[in-house]
């Protein structure tokens, strides 16, 4: 068993707000992240911090759309 399968298995168990929640909270945590690596990435890298930019518009709608899925699943339980 991998460290996701875990993850998996214990989700599964969890209300699906309470999981789209977690889901939302990555996304924020991954978006604070990768607003540090831009404070610390050097302006004569461009690459890197096209990147870095692309990362974080991709996380952002991550964000966006978790927060829809918070805001769908209220109340709901996983049907197994």
């Known amino acids: 068993m991998d460290k996701y399968t875990r993850v998996r298995e214990y989700s599964a168990k969890q209300r699906p707000s309470t999981v789209a929640a977690s889901v939302h909270g990555d996304f924020a945590a991954l978006i604070s992240m990768l607003e540090d690596q831009l404070a610390n990435v050097g302006e004569a ?21 978790s927060a829809k899925l918070v805001d769908l699943t209220r109340g709901e339980q996983i049907k197994n």
């Not at 890298?45 to 759309?65: N, S, T, V, W």
């Open 45 to 65: 890298d461009e690459r890197a911090r096209e990147h870095i930019l692309q990362a974080k518009a991709a996380a952002e709608r991550g964000l966006r759309l």
